[in-house]
C-alpha cells in the first residue's frame, strides 16, 4: 500500500451535488425549452392509432352493438367489443370490479364501449361513430339517499369483494368508524358545541398531459407498453389477466409523463391499446384529447361532511362527533383506502380524547373517483378546520389560539388509537405562519389611480376597480399520512450498479419508480453521490424488468424508493470498501481503524487522508445490488372501533392567506399564501419549495375555481375552457418557512412533503374569505355567486 496524503479541503466536504442540496433536475431543461419527449410523442413507423367509443349515458342498459359499418370504413384494422376480450373481463386498483369494455350496462357517462384501430387518428375517431350502440336509459344513482334507499338500483350486484360485508348497503363501497372515549361523559364536561354541514367539490387532476402510451406486440406472444403512469407494476398485474398472458410477458417502460397527481394510478387506455395491439399484430398508439381526458380517469372524491365540536369554556376540545359521505362514482378504484384515510385523519392534527366518526363511499352514477393529491384528508381538512373557525368565534377567542391550545405533538395518541412517536411541531409551524408580516394593506380609491389591473380581484377581466375591495386574513393547519397504510405491504426496489466507464466511477440506479414530475430522479442521483462518492450518476429508464417501486403517490417515492437506493448504494458500498481492503492490502483491524469512506471519487480515511483513487480500487468487474426497502409495518384499522397502527409517518403543513373580495362583484384576489411545514429532511431543498408551492396551488384552484359540474350524472365542463384551474396570474406570494426536524424511522429523517400543503391551503383562503366578508361559507369551490346573493 502506497503511503496515504492529506485529503484537499475542498473534498471534505460531501459529494456535490448529493443529498441536502437543491441539485439541478436533469429534465428541467429539457421540459422548459419544450424539448422533453412525453408519451404522446411515441412514434413507431408502422403503428395503428386507437380510438374508444364512449357511452354518452350515465346509466343505461345495452341491448345490442352494431360494428358492421365501422369495420367496412376504409383504413380500419380492428373493431373490439366485450366479446372479442380474450380473458377476464374486469380489473381495478382493489376491487376487480371495473369492466375493461362494458357488456351489459354503462355506469357512468364516458365509460368505454368498444374500441377501433385505424391508419390514422380521425380515421379511428369517425368509424367509431359509425357503431350503432342500442341503449336502455336505467334510472339514476346520483347521491346517498338514491343509493342506499330500500328500491335504489343495485350497481354491483352480488359483490363478493372483502369489503362488502362490512358495508351497511350494496352501494357502499366501504364504511370505516373510529371510535374512541366516552361521549357521555365528555358531553358532561362539555360547555360549547358548533355543529356544521361542508361540501366539497369534484376536483380533477388536471395534469397537462393527456392519458397516451403505445402498445408493441413481441415476437414471444407477449406485449410491450411504452405508458405514462404511476405504478408500472400494478398496471402489469391488471393487464396480465385482461390480455391472458403471464406478467413476464407484460412488459412496461415508463414514458414522459406530464403530471398525474392521482389520476394515473388506475388504468385508462392501458388495455385498450394492448388489446388492440395484440389482435391486429400491430403497434398501436392512443392518445386522448382533454375532451376524452375528463372520462378516462378518476377524480377527487366530492364530500358532504357533518361535523359536531365540543369545547370547554378556555378552548380545549372535549369530543367531535363526524360523518363523511364520498362519492366514489360508479366504480371502487381506492375509495377503500381513501375511506380510511377520511376516517383516520377527520379530526385533524388535535388532541381530542373522545371521538365518533363515521366515513363511507358510496357507487353512484356519477364519474369514477379515486386518488388525489391528499387523497381523503383534502375534504376533511375543509371541515374540520371550518369548524374550529366557528368554535373560535363562538368563544370569543383567536383562531390561531384555538389552534395552538389544542394543537397535537409528539406523544400524542391519534383517534386510532395510534402514538405519535415523532416530531409533530403543530404549535409550531402555526407560530411561523401567523408571526410572519402581513402585505401591506392597499388602498384602491377610484380607477385613475394608474392601479395595475393584475393586481385587483378579477385581473386582466377589468371588471373591478377597487371601489369595494376587502382584505381578509384566515389560517389553517391540517395533518396527512405517508406511504401506504393499513397493512398495506408497502415497499420498493431498487438495483444500483458501480463500475468503471472511460476510466471513471460511474455509478447506475434502476428503479421502477414513475418519475411524473415530483423530482424522484433528481432524489436518486444525490443519494447515489451521497453514498458512494461519485458525481457520475446514470438513471435507467423505469420499467418492469426490477422490482417494483410502488406508485407515485401518498408522499412515498423519496421515502421508500429513496430508502431502496440508499440501501442498495451501502450494498454496493460494502462490496467496494472490502475490494478496495483487498487491493491495497490492508489487514482488516487497521481497516476498521482507518473507517475509510468513498467522497469525491477517492477513499478518504476518517482522519481525512486520501488512501486510493476509487478508480484504481474498483478495477474492471462492476459492482451490483439489487435491494428491497420496506417501512416499519402497519396494520388494518379495526371495523367497528377504527384502533389500529394504521399509518408509518404524519406530515403537518400550516397556512396563512390574505385575500382581497370585491364583495359587490364575488371577485377574490388571493394576495398572499403563506406556508410552515416541517419535512423532516429537505434532500433536495429547492424540490421541496417546488411541492409546498404546487401543493399550495393546487388547494387554492379548490377553494375559489375548481370543479367538475355533474348534472343527472353528466359532465358539463369536460374542458379546460370550463374547468378553471389557477394561472400564474392567479397564484399569489408564497412565502415559506421549512423545518427540518427529522423522523428516526426515516431514511435521512425525511417526511414525504408533497401532499400536506394541499390540505390546509383551501380552508385558509376560504376562512380569510369569510373574514373578509361576513358570509358563512361551507361549500367550496367558493363561486361569486356565494358571495354576492342575499
Known amino acids: 500500500m502506497s503511503a496515504p496524503t492529506r485529503v484537499p479541503d475542498s473534498l471534505t466536504q460531501r459529494t456535490r451535488d448529493g443529498v441536502g442540496t437543491s441539485s439541478p433536475r436533469p429534465d428541467g431543461t429539457l421540459k422548459v425549452t419544450g424539448d422533453f419527449a412525453y408519451s404522446s410523442d411515441l412514434w413507431h413507423e408502422d403503428m395503428l392509432w386507437g380510438h374508444t367509443l364512449r357511452s354518452p349515458h350515465a346509466h343505461a342498459a345495452i341491448l345490442g352493438v352494431d360494428v358492421t359499418e365501422a369495420l367496412r370504413h376504409p383504413g380500419v384494422y380492428a373493431v373490439l367489443t366485450h366479446q372479442d376480450l380474450p380473458a377476464a373481463t374486469h380489473y381495478g386498483l382493489e376491487i376487480e370490479d371495473q369492466p375493461v369494455l362494458a357488456s351489459d350496462r354503462v355506469r357512468f357517462q364516458g365509460e368505454p364501449v368498444a374500441l377501433v384501430a385505424a391508419d390514422h387518428p380521425e380515421t379511428a375517431r369517425r368509424a367509431a361513430e359509425k357503431i350503432r350502440v342500442d341503449y336502455r336509459p336505467l334510472p339514476l344513482v346520483h347521491d346517498e339517499p338514491s343509493a342506499v334507499a330500500p328500491d335504489a338500483p343495485l350497481l354491483h350486484p352480488g359483490r363478493d369483494d372483502h369489503h362488502a360485508g362490512h358495508a351497511p348497503h350494496p352501494n357502499v363501497v366501504h364504511r370505516q368508524p373510529i371510535v374512541r372515549g366516552d361521549l357521555d361523559a365528555a358531553r358532561a364536561r362539555t360547555e360549547v358545541?358548533?355543529?356544521?354541514?361542508?361540501?366539497?367539490g369534484m376536483q380533477d387532476q388536471a395534469f397537462l398531459g393527456p392519458e397516451s402510451g403505445l402498445a408493441v406486440p413481441a415476437e414471444d406472444g407477449g406485449v410491450d407498453l411504452y405508458i405514462a403512469t404511476q405504478w408500472l407494476h400494478v398496471d402489469q398485474r391488471q393487464l396480465a389477466p385482461v390480455l391472458g398472458l403471464p406478467e413476464e410477458k407484460v412488459?412496461?417502460?415508463?414514458?414522459?409523463?406530464?403530471?398525474?397527481?392521482?389520476a394515473r394510478e388506475d388504468l385508462s387506455m392501458q388495455a385498450h391499446a394492448c388489446l388492440l395491439a395484440l389482435h391486429t399484430g400491430r403497434p398501436v398508439k392512443i392518445v386522448y384529447n382533454r375532451y376524452e381526458s375528463f372520462f378516462g380517469h378518476v377524480h377527487r372524491h366530492p364530500a358532504k361532511l357533518s361535523y359536531e365540536h365540543g369545547a370547554t369554556a378556555d378552548g380545549t376540545l372535549t369530543y367531535v362527533r363526524a360523518r363523511i359521505v364520498l362519492d366514489g362514482g360508479a366504480y371502487a378504484s381506492s375509495s377503500p383506502a381513501v375511506v380510511g384515510n377520511a376516517a383516520s385523519l377527520s379530526v385533524g392534527p388535535y388532541v381530542v380524547d373522545c371521538v365518533d366518526v363515521e366515513a363511507i363511499a358510496l357507487y353512484t352514477n356519477n364519474p369514477p373517483c379515486g386518488a388525489m393529491r391528499g387523497f381523503g384528508a383534502v375534504q376533511a381538512c375543509f371541515a374540520y378546520e371550518s369548524q374550529m373557525d366557528r368554535l373560535a368565534e363562538r368563544l370569543g377567542m383567536d383562531p390561531v389560539e384555538l389552534r395552538r391550545r389544542n394543537a397535537m405533538s409528539q406523544g400524542t395518541i391519534m383517534p386510532t388509537g395510534q402514538l405519535v412517536d415523532s416530531s409533530a411541531p403543530v404549535e409550531e409551524i402555526l407560530r411561523r405562519v401567523s408571526?410572519?408580516?402581513?402585505?401591506?394593506?392597499?388602498?384602491?380609491a377610484t380607477p385613475d389611480d394608474g392601479v395595475d389591473v393584475r393586481e385587483l380581484p378579477g385581473g386582466l377581466s377589468n371588471t373591478s376597480h377597487g371601489e369595494g375591495v376587502v382584505r381578509g386574513v384566515g389560517y389553517a393547519v391540517g395533518i396527512k399520512n405517508v406511504g401506504f397504510s393499513e397493512g398495506f405491504d408497502d415497499y420498493s426496489t431498487a438495483r444500483v450498479r458501480l463500475e468503471l466507464m472511460g476510466g471513471e466511477p460511474v455509478v447506475m440506479v434502476h428503479t421502477a419508480m414513475a418519475e411524473v414530475g415530483q423530482g424522484g430522479v433528481t432524489v436518486h442521483a444525490q443519494i447515489a453521490r451521497t453514498e458512494l462518492g461519485v458525481s457520475q450518476v446514470s438513471i435507467h429508464p423505469a420499467n418492469t424488468e426490477v422490482g417494483s417501486a410502488g406508485s407515485t403517490?401518498?408522499?412515498r417515492q423519496t421515502y421508500m424508493t429513496g430508502g431502496a437506493v440508499r440501501v442498495a448504494c451501502l450494498a454496493v458500498r460494502d462490496q467496494l470498501l472490502e475490494r478496495a481492503r483487498t487491493t491495497l492490502d490492508v489487514e482488516a483491524a487497521?481497516?476498521?481503524?482507518?473507517?475509510?469512506?468513498?467522497?469525491?471519487?477517492?477513499?478518504?480515511?476518517?482522519?481525512?487522508?486520501?488512501?486510493?483513487?476509487?478508480?484504481?480500487?474498483?478495477?474492471?468487474e462492476p459492482l451490483e445490488a439489487d435491494r428491497e426497502f420496506r417501512h416499519r409495518p402497519t396494520e388494518p384499522f379495526d371495523l367497528v372501533t377504527g384502533q389500529g397502527f394504521g399509518h408509518v409517518q404524519y406530515s403537518f403543513c400550516a397556512h396563512r392567506a390574505v385575500v382581497e373580495v370585491d364583495t359587490e362583484l364575488g371577485l377574490v384576489k388571493v394576495i398572499e399564501l403563506a406556508a410552515a411545514q416541517d419535512v423532516g429532511k429537505a434532500v433536495n431543498p429547492q424540490a421541496v419549495e417546488g411541492q409546498i408551492h404546487g401543493g399550495s396551488a393546487q388547494g387554492l384552484g379548490l377553494a375559489v375555481m375548481e370543479e367538475i359540474q355533474v348534472v343527472d350524472g353528466l359532465v358539463r365542463n369536460p374542458s379546460f375552457t370550463d374547468y378553471l384551474i389557477p394561472t400564474i396570474l392567479d397564484t399569489p406570494t408564497m412565502p415559506l418557512d421549512v423545518l427540518e426536524l427529522p423522523d428516526p424511522h426515516a431514511p435521512y429523517g425525511l417526511r414525504g412533503a408533497g401532499e400536506a400543503p394541499t390540505l390546509s391551503s383551501t380552508p385558509a383562503v376560504v376562512a380569510a374569505i369569510r373574514q373578509a366578508t361576513g358570509r358563512d361559507l361551507r361549500r367550496v369551490p367558493v363561486r361569486p355567486e356565494h358571495l354576492t346573493g342575499t
Not at 358545541?193 to 366539497?200: A, C, F, I, R, T
Open 553 to 555: 403517490s401518498a408522499s
Open 193 to 200: 358545541v358548533v355543529s356544521g354541514e361542508y361540501e366539497v
Open 251 to 262: 412488459r412496461l417502460t415508463l414514458s414522459g409523463v406530464g403530471g398525474a397527481f392521482g
Open 435 to 444: 408571526e410572519r408580516p402581513l402585505p401591506p394593506e392597499r388602498q384602491w
Open 590 to 620: 487497521e481497516w476498521e481503524r482507518l473507517a475509510p469512506r468513498p467522497e469525491d471519487g477517492k477513499l478518504v480515511a476518517v482522519d481525512g487522508r486520501v488512501l486510493a483513487d476509487l478508480a484504481d480500487v474498483l478495477g474492471p
